[in-house]
């Protein structure tokens, strides 16, 4: 108990105290700071608190604190969520949303067909543990971060607003590919039928999921309808994803898909969702570094197998990006169209990537999550150092950076 009450109390304090360090403009070398300032420092303080050095967050630790881990998943789905408002979506052209799903989808399938045949000769799963796997890898894969372009902005004079405003959409937007694939992965893990006929069983269970997150969505929405402090509305709001992800943990479906849904109908619900976005505004980073911590402390990166699978992730994932960026602007006829390189402004994976991989961990835990969780976390280390380099030189290469 001891152990759980520091582990809990360090992981608060390092998130509440650590991030304002990492995303904040520190006073260092011209480009060190495209290099530093992504967040992905905390993966190693979370290895080195972990079981493999100091073992203060050792797994069996980590598996009793599932209510801060639902709690974190769902705030991140929530967070995510609550910034989809079609009214602000529909102020970009009508060409951004085809964009984001055509590279997206391209992504998802370049990692997931060879890592479908790859993990099957090399671990002796079942075929719905293969497909879950692969599934996971591939919605980890279809992710973008914002991080390098915020830091290529600021680093960099920008002229124009052309590439640059369409990579920041699509990367604000493609994530939703990924937890889809996400709720779909875990929805077609199961046999049982839910509504009593056996065709389509995976989309009865995928079915439900969205039942949920709508369900506890319109819950939220009323609750905070009433007049209430700041307090009672942080309490309203934890409460409620509390709940949504315990519910999702009981039928074994996907809390971070149902709580994106949940704040996809908060924020598309008639009225004001400012109070509930200010909020979350300000647990966004700390959550986001309690889950690179959590990352970094499950992280066996002496895996067999896992560190040269990571290899062939990254070089799929950046391939995938490259070529479904250069897809989405063969087919792309707007009056300013994409440039083909595109996709090299998209490398960058970030924290839902993390997220993605630590709910697949929370709920099916193996053999085969400790090599997944060692791809995925070496994919985004690898992903986030080259990126600003790689943004850079699209940007450069269009114009858009004057110096």
């Known amino acids: 108990m001891v152990k759980i009450t520091i582990g809990v109390a360090l992981l608060l304090l390092i998130a509440l105290v650590g991030y304002r360090q990492t995303f904040t403009r520190l006073r260092l070398p011209s480009g060190a700071r495209l290099v530093y300032l992504t967040g992905t420092e905390f993966i190693a303080v979370g290895f080195a608190l972990g079981g493999e050095l100091i ?75 293969r497909w879950t796997a692969a599934a996971v890898l591939a919605a980890t ?88 402090t700041e307090e009672e509305l942080l309490i309203f709001v934890l409460g409620t994803v509390l709940l949504s992800s315990g519910i999702s943990l009981y039928f074994e479906l996907s809390p971070l898909f149902v709580n994106v849904l949940m704040g996809i109908v908060v924020a598309n619900s008639p009225g004001s969702s400012e109070r509930i976005f200010t909020l979350l505004a300000r647990l966004e980073k700390p959550v986001y570094v309690v889950f690179l911590l959590l990352a970094g402390a499950v992280w066996q990166p002496g895996v067999a197998w896992g560190l ?32 083909p390189g595109l996709g090299f402004g998209l ?17 099916r835990p193996g053999s085969v999550t400790d090599v997944v969780v060692t791809i995925v976390l070496v994919g ?23 110096r």
């Open 55 to 129: 073992g203060l967050l050792d797994e069996d630790t980590i598996r009793r604190l599932t209510p801060l881990f639902s709690l974190g998943l769902g705030a991140t789905g929530l967070i995510f969520g609550i910034q989809l408002d079609l009214r602000v979506l529909r102020r970009f052209p009508a060409r951004f949303p085809l964009i984001a799903a055509t590279q997206a989808i391209v992504t998802g399938i370049a990692v997931f067909v060879p890592f479908f045949f790859i993990l099957g000769r090399l671990f002796e799963l079942e075929s719905t543990e």
């Open 347 to 363: 490398v960058a994976q970030g924290g839902m990537a993390v997220a993605l991989v630590m709910n697949y961990y929370q709920l």
């Open 308 to 339: 040269l699978l990571a290899g062939v992730y990254w070089l799929l994932r950046i391939s995938g990006k490259v070529a479904g960026g250069f897809a989405a602007a063969r087919f792309d006829s707007g009056e300013e169209p994409s440039s």
């Open 141 to 228: 894969a279809v992710c973008t971060a914002q991080t390098s372009l915020a830091l290529v902005d600021r680093e960099f004079r920008l002229r124009g607003a052309g590439l640059i405003r369409l990579l920041r959409y699509v990367s604000s937007l493609d994530a939703l590919v990924g937890v889809t694939i996400l709720g779909l992965a875990f929805a077609w893990r199961h046999q049982s039928a839910l509504f009593g006929f056996e065709a389509v069983i995976g989309l009865q269970w995928f079915f439900l999921s969205v039942c949920i997150g709508s369900a506890m969505g319109f819950l939220l929405r009323i609750l905070t309808m009433v007049r209430c």
């Open 380 to 402: 985004v280390i690898a992903s986030e150092l080259v990126a600003p380099t790689f943004a850079v030189r699209l940007l450069r290469r269009v114009g858009e950076i004057e």
